[in-house]
C-alpha cells in the first residue's frame, strides 16, 4: 500500500486529470455495512474508528438532546457525555483508545475536549469565541476548527500542548477534520469565489482536492496509508461519498439508501460513516466484512 506522502504527490500531479474509476477492481468497495443505531435515539452518526474495532459518533435522544457514544468491539454501546455539558459529541478515536469532540456548556459555549485514561480534558484555543474537536492521531495531535472573536473560522493543530491556527490561503475560512499518524491533515476551505474544496496540508503545502465535476467537494478525512474519503455534491445537487485511492477517485454509494455520507476510512481499510435511509433518518454504519456493498441491519 502507498505511503500518505506518495498518495499526496499523485494528487498534486493529476488533480485536474482524475477520473472516476472502477470499484469492482477495489476489494475496499465490496465491504458488507453494519448499521449501528444507538437504542431509542432519533439519529445515530459514526464518527471515528481505530483499529481495535472501537467507534464513536454521536446521537440524538428521543427529547432531541445531543450526546456522545463509544461502540465496544463487543458491540456495547456506552453514552459519553462531558459532566455539566448541555450537549457532547464524540469525533475521533484513536488506537490508544483516546477520544477527541466537542462539548457546549451551560453558556452555550463550545470547547474541544480529549478523553484519556477516564479523564476529560479542555481544550480551548486562545482568544477564541469557539473550539472544537475533530480528529485525534496515535501521537495525541489534535485538530479542529474555532471561531475567532471576530467570527473568522480557522482551523488548527494542537502538538504537544500547544496550538497552531491553520489557514489556507486566499480562503474565506478553514476546517481542520482529520490529522494521520504522519502528521498529513484534512479539511475543508472555501475560496474567495465561495467554491468549497477539500485539502490535503502535507509537509506545510496545501493541496487542493476536487472531485472531478462537482459543485463542492468536503469533509475529506485521511488515514496513515494516505487513503482519502470524502463527499461531493453533483450538478443536481445530490450528495455523495468517495474514495480517493492512489490518484484515483472511485464512487461509494451504498445500495437502497436515500444518501451516503462516508466519514472515513480506518488503516484496516474499514469504512464508516452515515447513511439516510427513505425516510429521511440518519443511521451509523461501520465495514464490517469485503464481500458487497450493502447495509446489514
Given at each position: 500500500?502507498?505511503?500518505?506522502?506518495?498518495?499526496?504527490?499523485?494528487?498534486?500531479?493529476?488533480?485536474?486529470?482524475?477520473?472516476?474509476?472502477?470499484?469492482?477492481?477495489?476489494?475496499?468497495?465490496?465491504?458488507?455495512?453494519?448499521?449501528?443505531?444507538?437504542?431509542?435515539?432519533?439519529?445515530?452518526?459514526?464518527?471515528?474508528?481505530?483499529?481495535?474495532g472501537e467507534s464513536v459518533g454521536i446521537y440524538d435522544d428521543a427529547s432531541g438532546e445531543r450526546h456522545g457514544f463509544l461502540r465496544r468491539g463487543s458491540g456495547k454501546l456506552v453514552?459519553?457525555?462531558?459532566?455539566?455539558?448541555?450537549?457532547?459529541?464524540?469525533?475521533?478515536?484513536?488506537?490508544?483508545?483516546?477520544?477527541?469532540?466537542?462539548?457546549?456548556?451551560?453558556?452555550?459555549?463550545?470547547?474541544?475536549?480529549?478523553?484519556?485514561?477516564?479523564?476529560?480534558?479542555?481544550?480551548?484555543?486562545?482568544?477564541?469565541?469557539?473550539?472544537?474537536?475533530?480528529?485525534?492521531?496515535?501521537?495525541?495531535?489534535?485538530?479542529?476548527?474555532?471561531?475567532?472573536?471576530?467570527?473568522?473560522?480557522?482551523?488548527?493543530?494542537?502538538?504537544?500542548?500547544?496550538?497552531?491556527?491553520?489557514?489556507?490561503?486566499?480562503?474565506?475560512?478553514?476546517?481542520?477534520?482529520?490529522?494521520?499518524?504522519?502528521?498529513?491533515?484534512?479539511?475543508?476551505?472555501?475560496?474567495l469565489a465561495g467554491n468549497v474544496t477539500c485539502f490535503v496540508l502535507h509537509d506545510h503545502n496545501y493541496i487542493p482536492v476536487a472531485y472531478p465535476g462537482a459543485t463542492l467537494t468536503?469533509?475529506?478525512?485521511?488515514?496513515?496509508?494516505?487513503?482519502?474519503?470524502?463527499?461531493?455534491?453533483?450538478?443536481?445537487?445530490?450528495?455523495?461519498?468517495?474514495?480517493?485511492?492512489?490518484?484515483?477517485?472511485?464512487?461509494?454509494?451504498?445500495?437502497?439508501?436515500?444518501?451516503?455520507?462516508?466519514?472515513?476510512?480506518?488503516?484496516?481499510?474499514?469504512?464508516?460513516?452515515?447513511?439516510?435511509?427513505?425516510?429521511?433518518?440518519?443511521?451509523?454504519?461501520?465495514?464490517?466484512?469485503?464481500?458487497?456493498n450493502t447495509i446489514q441491519h
Amino acid at each position: 500500500m502507498p505511503s500518505a506522502s506518495a498518495i499526496v504527490s499523485e494528487v498534486t500531479r493529476n488533480s485536474v486529470e482524475l477520473e472516476v474509476g472502477n470499484k469492482a477492481a477495489v476489494p475496499i468497495l465490496k465491504q458488507v455495512y453494519k448499521t449501528v443505531d444507538f437504542p431509542q435515539a432519533l439519529n445515530t452518526e459514526v464518527r471515528g474508528v481505530n483499529d481495535l474495532g472501537e467507534s464513536v459518533g454521536i446521537y440524538d435522544d428521543a427529547s432531541g438532546e445531543r450526546h456522545g457514544f463509544l461502540r465496544r468491539g463487543s458491540g456495547k454501546l456506552v453514552t459519553i457525555d462531558v459532566p455539566q455539558a448541555i450537549s457532547s459529541r464524540t469525533n475521533s478515536i484513536n488506537n490508544r483508545e483516546e477520544i477527541a469532540g466537542a462539548y457546549t456548556d451551560g453558556s452555550n459555549v463550545t470547547h474541544a475536549f480529549v478523553l484519556r485514561k477516564g479523564q476529560f480534558m479542555t481544550l480551548d484555543f486562545p482568544n477564541a469565541q469557539y473550539t472544537t474537536g475533530s480528529g485525534i492521531n496515535d501521537l495525541g495531535d489534535v485538530v479542529g476548527r474555532v471561531i475567532d472573536s471576530s467570527g473568522v473560522q480557522h482551523g488548527y493543530v494542537w502538538h504537544a500542548g500547544k496550538f497552531q491556527q491553520l489557514d489556507y490561503p486566499d480562503s474565506i475560512f478553514t476546517y481542520a477534520i482529520s490529522i494521520a499518524d504522519t502528521g498529513d491533515i484534512t479539511g475543508d476551505r472555501e475560496d474567495l469565489a465561495g467554491n468549497v474544496t477539500c485539502f490535503v496540508l502535507h509537509d506545510h503545502n496545501y493541496i487542493p482536492v476536487a472531485y472531478p465535476g462537482a459543485t463542492l467537494t468536503g469533509n475529506c478525512s485521511i488515514n496513515a496509508i494516505g487513503e482519502i474519503t470524502g463527499q461531493f455534491q453533483d450538478s443536481q445537487a445530490n450528495i455523495h461519498s468517495f474514495l480517493l485511492l492512489e490518484g484515483q477517485f472511485y464512487n461509494i454509494d451504498l445500495a437502497n439508501v436515500a444518501e451516503t455520507d462516508v466519514s472515513g476510512i480506518s488503516e484496516r481499510g474499514q469504512l464508516y460513516g452515515i447513511y439516510f435511509d427513505s425516510e429521511g433518518s440518519e443511521h451509523g454504519y461501520i465495514a464490517i466484512a469485503e464481500e458487497t456493498n450493502t447495509i446489514q441491519h
